[in-house]
């Protein structure tokens, strides 16, 4: 009691990335555009508005960002409906937790109809007290601790009683300076920082079978 749970959706909660991936391929071929190797790490901390400005400046594209943000949920929404599968014991760490009287938050950069389709595949919508994006904290990106401190307050937790699950080193970076407990969990996507991450992060998982049992 009087703790909480912070978690990310994206490599995180939801084996996901392998989606983006596929949907970014999908954008670039519609526009005979080779695929840069490090596109995907370079947006992976933003907000979705914020990938579509620098989608258009990076690649000088005459379209509207609303326009590529559309395009990218479309394609989304049906995979995050159908195909996307919770990470390794992630769904009963989660149903542990509330049964304990932790409090629980999602802290994601999806917008609301992919998360709220995403967390209705994995069978996670009952599991959570408060679900925030970036876009509520008014902030850039991860890269700012803004998402994190949001999700305590709506939970009514202070940062320090906070732990925050995620995946990508500057989220990592974030939730700490935010004052927060942080425990890191595994992605492919982000496996050229692993070294750091666990370095930075307060603990270090693959699977949620071993994640801490106490916050």
């Known amino acids: ?125 009952d599991c959570f007290d408060q679900v925030c994006s970036v876009d509520d904290a008014k902030s850039i990106g991860k890269e700012e601790p803004e998402i994190y401190l949001l999700a305590s307050r709506m939970l009514g937790v202070t940062p320090d009683h906070c732990t925050v699950f995620e995946d990508l080193l500057i989220a990592v970076d974030s939730a700490k300076r935010a004052g927060m407990k942080v425990w890191a969990m595994y992605d492919q996507s982000s496996a050229k920082d692993w070294d750091s991450i666990r370095s930075k992060a307060d603990g270090a998982i693959t699977d949620f079978a071993q994640a801490p049992a106490i916050l």
Request: glycine share 4%; aromatic share 8%.
């Open 1 to 125: 009691m009087g703790k909480a749970a912070i978690f990310d959706l994206d490599g995180t909660l939801l084996d996901s990335m392998g989606v983006w991936k596929e949907i970014d391929q999908r954008f670039f071929a519609r526009r005979n555009i080779p695929m840069p190797d490090d596109y995907a790490s370079a947006v992976a901390s933003m907000q979705t508005g914020a990938i579509a400005r620098y989608t258009i400046d990076r690649f000088h594209l005459d379209e509207r960002p609303e326009d590529l943000v559309e395009e990218w949920n479309e394609d989304a929404l049906l995979l995050y409906a159908t195909a996307v599968q919770p990470k390794p014991h992630a769904l009963d760490y989660l149903q542990a937790l509330k049964a304990s009287g932790a409090a629980l938050a999602v802290a994601t950069s999806l917008p609301p109809r992919l998360r709220q389709a995403a967390l209705k595949h994995a069978g996670m919508t």
